[in-house]
């Protein structure tokens, strides 16, 4: 156990007492993470996100099928046999995965709206919906006639609604960026609250950029990740933001380091324990992706790509930049008091 301690403590000093400027690194970063950005700017230009039925509209189908899908190779059988019924009226399936228990054994199917066809024509008596409830039963019937199989809930989204859902996201991630930066700005000072805002804009950005590249589907639990990371990405910088406040003050009189030494100091005493947070949080989110379902993977697939990326802007886009304003703009975390006594 001592050992362990100790070879923490060893990999915390080195880190303090390296050469390496994390500060000046900041430009390096900036460049590989502005580089992202772009590719992902690129990505959304040619082809967009991979929305979802939650922004597109679209239907989510409960097909009942009981104990027969307990298997691995009769789930498949199913699900092939609904994925060629769906082909035949030219829809491709978002997701299949398989809900409750033995008898109540269930298949839960997520398609998008066809292209080309109004509401009526998808959802009306007669509609492309209705028949194709008919058409599912009647191919899944075929594949075991002991078993009756049944759709037991239907339920659609319409393409108002999803319009909807993108603006109620959009205004919670707004709201809860403008009650972070009035936060930090209280909290620390305007300039930190500013460098905190950039930040969690360069989060986001990467995080949407590589989930254009990757070709994540976007649903709703996408902006839950938003928000997650937000949350998440903010802890960082204040940690960061609290220690070079607290050097700032232990350096107050004895000029003994500029505002970028103590910044510098600041990340490097704060980058073990940024480290270690972010391993332990993406080790679960990284079991949950790999074992989860479909529609889990749709909210850690963000998560992992956002944890990577304030983790990284907490040290080398934050830090940096605050550490540039103070070189024009005085920076006193709000401790203006303290200075004069000192």
């Known amino acids: 156990m001592n050992n362990k301690k100790s070879s923490l403590f060893n990999i915390s000093e080195r880190v303090e007492n390296s050469k390496h400027s994390f500060v000046n690194g900041g430009k390096v970063y900036t460049i590989i993470a502005a580089s992202i950005i772009l590719v992902g700017i690129i990505m959304l230009c040619v082809l967009g ?5 939650d922004f597109t509209g679209g239907t ?6 009981g104990s027969t899908i307990s298997s691995d190779s009769a789930y498949n059988n199913y699900k ?13 399936l978002s ?13 839960v199917i997520r398609f998008q709206d066809p292209k080309g066809m109004s509401e009526e024509e998808i959802n009306g008596t007669n509609g492309l919906i209705e028949t194709l409830k008919t058409d599912l039963v009647k191919a899944l019937n075929s594949i075991n006639d002991n078993v009756e199989v049944e759709i037991t809930n239907s339920e659609r989204i319409s ?18 960026i403008v009650c972070m930066l009035i936060y930090i700005a209280i909290r620390f000072e305007f300039f930190t609250g500013m460098c905190t805002l950039v930040a969690l804009f360069h989060d986001v950005l990467v995080m949407c950029a590589l989930c254009a590249i990757c ?12 928000v997650t990371i937000i949350g998440y990405s903010i802890n960082n910088t204040i940690v960061v933001f609290d220690r070079v406040r607290e050097l700032w003050k232990m ?8 505002f970028s030494g103590l910044v510098d100091k600041g990340i490097k005493q704060t980058f073990t324990r940024s480290i ?7 080790f679960a989110v990284v079991l949950l992706a790999v074992l989860g379902s479909a529609s889990i993977r749709e909210f850690v697939i963000p998560i992992i790509f956002g944890l990577l990326a304030g983790t990284l802007s907490s040290m080398f886009i934050a830090g940096p930049l605050l550490a540039l304003i103070s070189k024009k703009h005085k920076i006193s975390f709000r401790m203006k008091k303290i200075a004069n006594v000192k």
């Open 215 to 226: 070709r994540v589907q976007i649903n709703s639990t996408f902006i839950a990740a938003i």
């Open 251 to 258: 350096n107050i009189g004895s000029n003994a380091l500029d």
């Open 60 to 65: 989510i189908l409960q097909i009942q099928v």
């Open 49 to 53: 996100f991979n929305l979802g039925i």
């Open 95 to 107: 997701s299949a995965q398989k809900q409750g228990e033995n008898s109540s054994l269930s298949i």
């Open 276 to 282: 270690n947070t972010s391993l332990t949080t993406l």
């Open 80 to 92: 092939n046999k609904i994925e060629e019924v769906l082909n035949e009226k030219h829809i491709t």
């Open 159 to 176: 393409a108002t609604a999803s319009s909807s859902l993108v603006l109620n996201a959009c205004l919670a991630i707004l709201v809860a």
